[in-house]
Structure formats: C-alpha cells, structure tokens
C-alpha cells in the first residue's frame, strides 16, 4: 500500500479553479455518518432496501441476456432515446409536457448542475440561489468562480420581494444575473416549498431582467400531505418557455447508483451542454440507462412510489414528533410536507458545528447548516436533518441523543451569564 504523501509536491500546478473547489472542515466528522453504529442525519439517502430486488434482477438479466450490444455500447451524448420517452412520462405526472428533443440525460443532478455552470459562469459572473442552497450546486457554481447572491428563504420558498430588489440593484450596476437557482419542492437544505404566488413572481422577474431560471426538482413526487403546486416549467410553458431550465434525477425516484439525471431546456441551451457531455463523460452510462428504461417500462414503479412516500412520511412524523418532545424551548424547525430535510435552528449563541463534534461522540451525525448559505458566517447556529435514512426507532433516538446534548450546552452557556 503507497504512503499517504502529506506535502504537495505539485502545489505550483494548479489551475485557479482548483482553489474555488472548497472544502470542509466538517467533511472528516460527517466521513464518520457511514460507520453502522452511528444514527446519520447527514446524508439525503434514499432507502434503496425498498426496492424490489428480484424486479431489479429479472430486469439486468434480461438486458443482458437479450441487449448487450446496446446496453453495454457507448451511446450518443444527448442520452439514450427510450429513456427519455420514459422520463417525458414521468414528468408527464408532474405537469410537464415536452418531447424528447426538448432534453438530454445527465450522469445525475449533480452533473446537471456542473454542465450548465460550465456553459453560463464566466469568472466573477452573478449567480442568484436561495439561502440556504442546496451545497452541491453552491460548490459547482463556486468552481467557476461564480459570485453568489443568496436569497433568504421562509416558509413559502425564497422570499421574492428580496429577489425583485436585488435584481433591481444589479441592474442599476449593470450586472445581470446568469440564472436563478431554485430547489421548487421540499427544497434541499430547507424542506420549504416555493407558493404557487412566487413561482408566478420568479418567472415575471426572470422575464422583466431578462434572466433564466435553473428549476431543480429532486423531491416533487415525494409528497406526503397537499396539494402539488405546479412547476415553474409548467407555468412557462403556459408563456413562452424560454425562461425555465428544468432538470431532475432518478436518485430519489429510483436509486442514486444509477446515476441518471435530466435537463429540460431550450434546443441552443441542449446544443451546448450536449457539448459539455462530450467533453467530459463522452455518454452516460448505457446500461444504466438501458435498466432505468427497463425500471420505468414496467407499470410496478408507481407502486415504488407510493412504498417511498409511505416510508418517509413515516419518517418525517417520527423526527416532528421527536423534535416536539425533546428539543428545548427557543429551537425551530420547519415541517416539509415531502422530501428527505428538517431545516433546524438552535438559539443563536450556540453553534451546530461544535454540537456535531459531541454528536458524533454519542453516535448521531447530521449536517450544520453553515455550508449551506453563498455567504460566510451565517447559519452557525443552524442544521440539516435527513429523516430519510434511518428508522424510525433510530431516528427517535437521534434526536433525543442531539437533544440531550442542546440542554447541555444550553446548560453550559447560561452558567457563564
Ligand atoms: C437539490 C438537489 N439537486 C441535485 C442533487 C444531486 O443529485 P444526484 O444524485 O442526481 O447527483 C441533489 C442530491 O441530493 C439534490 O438534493
């Protein structure tokens, strides 16, 4: 086995964007979330245990048995043609009606995000997104030397009356957003939903400032009580569907192994990162592809869904509850009718970073919620919990372990007043 090297030999190599790539301080703590005995909040993971094994084996046999010249080939760039009929499907349940020309697959959401900063984000270019955002996208953007602008969030989504006067203001310097990015349905960190209202009021805005929106929407088939609340895509296509980019995964609706995610968009926009694809991953995984169409032909995976949905409905009521009996008095949380995230906040003298350090001594791990604001130094006293994970026992465990050691700290701050 080679010695891990500490010095960097090769420091004076670099490129500039490398430096934008930020770290974590808290990444070696949350490493530790893998471990079996400790009860993880961190990470948004779906339970792929509800998936029907035997369905999934009999599908890979068959594509093997009766596809491998397809299934195991390279295949054009823009994504396999039966997938995205299947996909259209899909979004089909959700409001949105395109055809398969109107989009590309992606190796997931993430290579979704990354393709589209790669082909909008000069170096110092303005980037909107919610605060707090999703932290893939915030890293993805950073790496191109984006300069964020975060737009608080509340209850119903990101707070446009901010947004309309922060565009105003750039307009004034002559700065013109390169996109708006919104997670719409139980958005990642913060469980909230964007209203029906500000959907309607982003996309005025995006028009008025001549801006495009990045609508990703990971969670929307998760829901577990309300109404859904149209797409922003969907409202667009009702105008002139220019203003929205669409894009979306199949990590939470089927599993993130596959790595499989989308983007809807218009032809010139598909034209380039059809271009980014090919200078970067060449095609997305065929065979993953080729069983994702196989996953989505078979009707059985609806029934999926419903089993999801029950599973963390479950879940999300577990972490409610438990955070009602436990948490002391002066902590909130949001209550997310869908997704995977509870958005936590503790009182503003304690800080979530070193609460995690003694969680993870005590076997729970969840994520704090500073990585997850554009700008520094906010959301010290903040959390992201994952109720997707876990079960429920566990997660009513957690919560009272994470619980015990607020009071404490509590305890342990109003004794030096
Ligand atoms: C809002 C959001 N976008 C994108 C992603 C990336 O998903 P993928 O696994 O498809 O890369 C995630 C993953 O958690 C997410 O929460």
């Known amino acids: 086995m080679s010695k891990k090297i500490t010095f960097d030999y090769w420091d004076h190599l670099y490129s500039n964007r490398t430096g934008h790539m930020v770290s974590s301080e808290i990444r070696d703590l949350l490493s530790l979330s893998a471990r079996p005995d400790i009860i993880s909040f961190s990470g ?134 390169k996109f708006i990015y919104i997670v719409s349905n139980f958005s990642n960190p913060s469980g909230v939903t964007l209203s029906l209202e500000r959907r309607k009021k982003v996309l005025e805005l995006a028009k008025e400032y001549k801006t495009v929106i990045l609508e990703d929407n990971p969670y929307g088939m998760l829901r577990f009580e309300g109404k859904s609340v149209p797409t922003i895509k969907e409202l667009d296509s009702k105008d002139d569907g220019h203003n929205v980019i669409y894009l979306s995964t199949l990590s939470k609706l089927l599993a993130p192994g596959f790595r499989i995610g989308w983007i809807v968009a218009p032809y010139p926009i598909l034209e380039k990162l059809v271009l980014g694809i090919q200078s970067s991953v060449l095609c997305v995984s065929t065979f993953s592809q080729r069983f994702a169409c196989e996953y989505f032909s078979d009707p059985l995976w609806r029934d999926n869904i419903v089993k999801f949905i029950d599973i963390y409905h479950k879940r999300r009521d577990t972490m409610l509850n438990a955070l009602e009996n436990y948490l002391p008095p002066g902590s909130e949380w949001s209550r997310p009718k869908g997704g995977f995230f509870i958005w936590l906040k503790l009182p503003e003298y304690l800080d979530t970073r070193k609460i995690l350090a003694d969680a993870v001594r005590n076997k729970v791990a969840f994520v704090p919620g500073s990585g997850f604001y554009p700008e520094n130094g906010r959301g010290l006293n903040e959390a992201r919990l994952a109720f997707s994970t876990e079960s429920t026992e566990r997660i009513e465990l957690g919560i009272k372990t994470l619980a015990d050691i607020v009071k404490e700290k509590i305890k342990l701050y109003k004794s030096f007043k």
């Open 44 to 177: 948004g993971y779906p339970e792929v245990r509800a998936l029907n094994s035997e369905r999934l084996e009999r599908y890979a046999r068959k594509i093997i048995k009766t596809d491998s010249e397809i299934s195991l080939q390279y295949c054009g760039s823009d994504g396999y043609y039966p997938l995205k009929t299947k996909l259209i499907e899909v979004m089909k349940l959700e409001g949105i009606d395109v055809v398969e020309e109107d989009m590309i697959i992606t190796a997931g959401g993430q290579h979704a995000l990354d393709l589209l900063a790669k082909i909008f984000v000069n170096p110092g270019d303005t980037v909107i997104t919610e605060s707090p955002s999703y932290t893939g996208a915030l890293n993805s953007f950073k790496s191109y030397e984006a300069n964020i602008i975060g737009i608080p969030v509340d209850d119903d989504g990101m707070i446009t009356s901010i947004l309309e006067e922060k565009l105003k203001e750039l307009a004034k310097k002559k700065i013109k957003a």
